[in-house]
């Protein structure tokens, strides 16, 4: 098995910066849910959630993305973020709206962590070989 080398500087700032965008956005995702801001209770009903249930996603949101934002729970966050992404995945094919965002999303979730984390680039070797 071959050993990764660690990122250099500038892939390790890139991976942050991913990062960070990807924090950015699921912080203002689900904070909208959490204070049920009329825009984004319109759209979750519109996608077929029940209104009773948004704030409770946004939370699970903010849990993940909290997750993701601290180091040492990074890739649980990650994971939990890309739990999140699927079910809006399968919400966003069942009411035949466009999808690729959600899908883009989760491997910029990813991507990030990739970039600035050499245990993840062990776990995923994308090489030439």
Do not use: C, H
């Not at 942050?16 to 924090?23: A, G, T, Y």
């Not at 029940?50 to 934002?69: D, K, R």
């Not at 035949?96 to 959600?102: I, N, T």
């Amino acid at each position: 098995m071959t050993t990764i080398t660690a990122p250099s500087k500038p892939v390790r700032i890139t991976g942050k910066v991913i990062s960070i965008l990807v924090i950015l956005f699921s912080l203002f995702d689900a904070i909208m849910k959490i204070i049920q801001n009329k825009y984004s209770m319109e759209g979750s009903v519109a996608l077929g959630w029940p209104a009773s249930q948004v704030q409770f996603i946004g939370f699970v949101l903010l849990i993940a993305t909290i997750l993701y934002a601290i180091p040492r729970t990074a890739v649980l966050g990650a994971i939990l973020i890309t739990a999140y992404l699927g079910g809006a995945v399968a919400i966003m094919i069942r009411a035949a709206q466009p999808f690729w965002f959600a899908v883009l999303f989760g491997i910029l979730t990813w991507a990030g962590l990739y970039l600035q984390d050499n245990r993840i680039r062990n776990l995923i070797p994308l090489s030439k070989d």
